[in-house]
């Protein structure tokens, strides 16, 4: 079984920045791709970023590219989302995600970001 528990959350002004982290237990961490996503109320659930199980590529939603990075540590089985120029429409909980590309079997229980203005 594979459990992901995010890390990182909390609440910033407009312009601020926040890291977000995740961190994977059970099976191979290696082996998977691992994704960010977000849900704000009353919104469907939207992807943010993915990164494969090597870290060579990563992608990353229309609303957040330029501002939030993406990356990994296979030896530590963890995932990270940096988010810089932080909005207040970025607000939502954020979900950490695993599985092998392109499907997401795993995930945590999310995490609350709040951007005021």
């Known amino acids: 079984q594979v459990q992901l528990v995010e890390s990182g959350g909390g609440s910033v002004q407009a312009g601020g920045s926040l890291r977000l982290s995740c961190a994977v237990s059970g099976r191979s961490f290696r082996s998977y791709s691992t994704g960010w996503f977000r849900q704000a109320p009353g919104q469907e659930r939207e992807f943010v970023a993915t990164?494969?199980?090597?870290?060579?590529?990563?992608y990353y939603g229309d609303s957040v590219k330029g501002r939030f990075t993406i990356s990994r540590d296979n030896a530590n089985n963890t995932a990270t989302l940096q988010m810089n120029r932080l909005k207040p429409e970025d607000t939502a909980v954020y979900y950490c995600?695993?599985?092998?590309?392109?499907?997401?079997?795993?995930w945590g229980q999310g995490i609350q970001v709040t951007v005021s203005s």
């Open positions: 995600a695993a599985g092998v590309a392109p499907a997401f079997d795993y």
């Open positions: 990164i494969s199980w090597s870290g060579g590529s990563t």
